[in-house]
């Protein structure tokens, strides 16, 4: 018996909602667990170059809190991490921009933000999926297959930049003291 036809009998013994909740339940456990994974990781590459960073401007006498902003500062624009997504979420993101491209290089109207894939969720998050796809376009037009090289550039390539804001990296990644957000 195949899957299609258990749901077809399940459903006929009204089940099927119960074994489909389970099943939406479990996948979004796997989203949940593997983003969190993938902001520790992050998080872990932040305070590896924050760190020496804050140490050093101690060591210049810089008073603690000033020496935490201007190192949050420093470690968010000169970093180069990894980029922290996931390949199939980054999939779809990908292709859903290079479509709205071609539609704009059409002439076609298209929209600006795309809401149904959280790309408008803000300005740094959408400057990081837009960076992505370029380097997955230069890729592609090498001759690679658009999932290759959304593999490639997730696994080896660096981001130009952390893609959080000074605010998200004193409160929730290194706050050690308590400081109020940048502004």
Known sequence: MTFTNNI??????NYCFTILSYFFTMNNTFNDNAHRELC????QEFLALYRPTLDALLDQGMSPSKARRAAVEFTIANGRPHYHVNHERAYRCVCHLLQAEDKR???SRTYRNSGDMDLAHGRLRRQMWYEITQQVKSLATRGMSIENAIDHVLDHCRASRFFISPATALTKICPSVRTRALR
């Open 8 to 13: 077809v009998i399940l459903q006929r013994q």
């Open 105 to 107: 290089g059409n002439g």
């Open 40 to 43: 520790q990781r992050r998080d």
